[in-house]
C-alpha cells in the first residue's frame, strides 16, 4: 500500500502498489491500482507526494516477520530437544523394567540419625534369594539366611517389574523434615544394564510401601512379620 498526499491527481489517497518500472529515458516508476478501479497505473514515485510512514509500516511488518522468524528459530529446536528428552525418558524406563527379570542382587539400606541404617542385601538364584542384613551400630551381628520364593522367581520377579523402578526419581527429599527417615536402594544386573540407584529424605515413591512390603521390610526400617 502506498499513501499520496497532496498528490496533483490522487489527492490524500490510499493506492495498491503491484509493481516497479524502470526507464533509462525518464526514470522510475511505480505500477499501482489507482483505487477507483483501474489497474496498470504508473506514478512516478516523488517523495514530495508519497507518505512516508507507509514505508515505515513496511519497515515495521519488516522487523515483524524477522522477529517471528527469529522465535521460531528458538521455539522449535525447544521443542524437539523437549521431545527428545521425553523419548530418551521413556526408553530409559522401559530398559529398566525390561531388566528386572535380570535382577542379580538388590540393596536397601533404611534408617535415620539416631538408629542408624539397616541394610539388607538380597542375591537372586533360581530357586530361592539369600538376604543378609547388617544391622547399625553391631558390626558383628549379620544376619544371613536363605529364603524360598513366594511362588516362583518368575513371579517374584514380575512383582518386582509391577513396580516400575524405571519410572521412580533417581532422588526424593522433603526439605520441611530434619533428620527423620533416609533411604537408598541400589539394584544390579547380569544382562550388562549399568546399575540403577535411588535415594531419599522423607520422601519416597508412591509405590514405597509396596517395595519394602514385597522384600520384607517396613519404610520405617524395622523389619517386616514375615
Known sequence: MIGTTNHP????HWIIRCGYFTSTVDGN???VNNGWGNNNVWIEPSTTYLDGTIHLLIKLGAVVMKKIFYLIALIVPFVLLVGSASNNAAQRAAKID?????LSNLVFSIGGYF?????TTITFYDECMKVKKEHPYDKESVEEQTVDYPDSKE???QALQD?????????YDNPEVQDGTQWSLELHFSNGQRTVSFSGSNAYPDNFDDFC????ERSDGETADK
Do not use: A, C, N
Open 9 to 12: 491527481k490522487f489527492g490524500e
Open 155 to 157: 513371579s517374584f520377579m
Open 29 to 31: 516508476y511505480v505500477i
Open 213 to 216: 512390603s514385597l522384600i520384607g
Open 115 to 119: 538408629d542408624g541404617h539397616v541394610t
Open 98 to 102: 525390561d531388566s528386572i527379570p535380570y
Open 163 to 171: 513396580l516400575h523402578f524405571g519410572k521412580w526419581k533417581s532422588r
